[in-house]
């Protein structure tokens, strides 16, 4: 008669503890991913009003000289690369309200603006809206002389940066604008 032996074989616990490992690994990276992402979902309400002040800061430039309360040589930086003679304050400044020339980042902007979000019920317009003090943003406007364009082409980035948690954020929009309107 022939012995029949059982063949089985379990996990051995070098095999288990590789298992484990290689699972705990996986599950780490998933709560790192986890994370980020709620961090940045965080954030998404201070990046659409960067975006939005940014535009706001160009179409401001644009309008400048559209409505002719600019000349060209007021399309500058205060003090710029030699104390360029523009009306655009030069620095970082507090996102405030234009002042009576309807230009953003200039010597007569008013206070520090402010903002409506709407409340727990996530309906603008009702009773628990709440109004925020933009006193944690800062928008810088930079505008250069295109060097070979004869003075007639210039670049204007618009900086705006805020406070996210532990993280500062900028978003920084460039555009051109010429003498011809």
């Known amino acids: 008669m022939r012995e029949h032996y059982s063949s089985e074989h379990g996990f051995s616990l070098v095999e288990t503890i590789i298992a484990v490992s290689v ?17 940045r979902l965080s954030s998404s309400p201070g990046d659409v009003l960067t ?15 559209d409505s002719h309360k600019l000349t060209w040589a007021q399309i500058r930086n205060v003090n710029g690369v030699a104390n360029d003679g523009g009306v655009f304050l030069d ?50 406007i930079t505008i250069r002389d295109i060097p070979n364009e ?7 980035t618009v900086s705006v940066t805020y406070q996210s948690g532990s993280t500062k954020r900028t978003y920084t929009l460039t555009t051109y604008i010429s003498n011809y309107s």
């Open 23 to 39: 699972l705990s690994v996986g599950l780490l990276g998933g709560a790192a991913v986890l994370t980020q992402g709620m961090q």
């Open 150 to 156: 004869n003075g007639n082409l210039r670049s204007v």
């Open 91 to 140: 620095a970082p400044r507090s996102l405030q309200l234009a002042g009576a020339d309807g230009l953003v980042n200039t010597a007569d902007d008013g206070a520090i603006e402010t903002v409506v979000l709407p409340g727990r019920d996530r309906m603008l317009g009702t009773g628990d809206d709440t109004t925020v003090t933009l006193s944690g943003y800062q928008r810088q």
């Open 51 to 65: 975006t939005q002040k940014a535009a706001e800061a160009i179409e401001s430039v644009f309008s400048g000289r």
